[in-house]
């Protein structure tokens, strides 16, 4: 396992996924189940849609290098785009995220209830996301699933575990703009670093 892919993974999630609607639809599910079970059942939905992306990018280096890190610089720069497209917009789509999610958790769930509730909620909310795009490029890039793989579940569960303990105290400190921006930057710095691979 290398460490420094692990920490580049890690990093690179995180920054994407905090101003994400997982971040809402965790803290929004923790306040209709026990946080903890919320987190147990996003944990499970993540294990499986990261070593979904960490196979679908295992699969990609089979693939020309050229051809692979071409691609990676597309959905970096793709991914920079988006966050910054979004981020004027984040603070008022975030209310609406809230209230999306709150009208699927409207039952009181207890015990596995409440962590298969959580689990398909956030599994059928996280497809084509832009967290498994890069881990998918991140596998294809680095050729180290297992290290991406821990890096990006460390990073979703580090999220869905900020939002469920101080989710509403976070939302209060920080606007989810600058978090868009600073993704946006993240992605930037991703593709250029990929970009340099590729023609040096």
Not at 47 to 69: H, N, R, S
């Amino acid at each position: 396992m290398d460490l420094a892919v692990v920490a580049l993974t890690f990093a690179a999630i995180f920054v994407v996924e905090l101003p994400d609607k997982t971040f809402i639809a965790a803290l929004v599910l923790s306040t209709r189940y026990r946080p903890l079970l919320v987190w147990l059942g996003v944990g499970l939905a993540f294990f499986l849609q990261v070593l979904i992306a960490v196979t679908a990018g295992q699969l990609a280096t089979l693939l020309p290098e050229t051809l692979v890190k071409g691609v990676a610089v597309a959905i970096f720069l793709a991914g920079a785009f988006l966050l910054f497209k979004s981020a004027p917009g984040a603070d008022a789509e975030e209310q609406e995220a809230e209230d999306e999610y709150a009208a699927k958790a409207t039952e009181e769930r207890t015990g596995l209830k409440a962590v298969v509730a959580s689990f398909l909620v956030l599994f059928a909310a996280e497809w084509g996301d832009l967290s498994q795009l890069l881990t998918i490029s991140l596998v294809a890039k680095y050729g180290e699933p297992l290290s991406v793989f821990a890096g990006a579940w460390g990073a979703l569960l580090a999220v869905s575990g900020l939002a469920v303990l101080s989710g509403r105290v976070l939302l209060r400190y920080m606007r989810l703009s600058l978090l868009h921006y600073i993704g946006a930057a993240v992605c930037v710095v991703l593709a250029g670093i990929t970009l340099y691979e590729l023609v040096g």
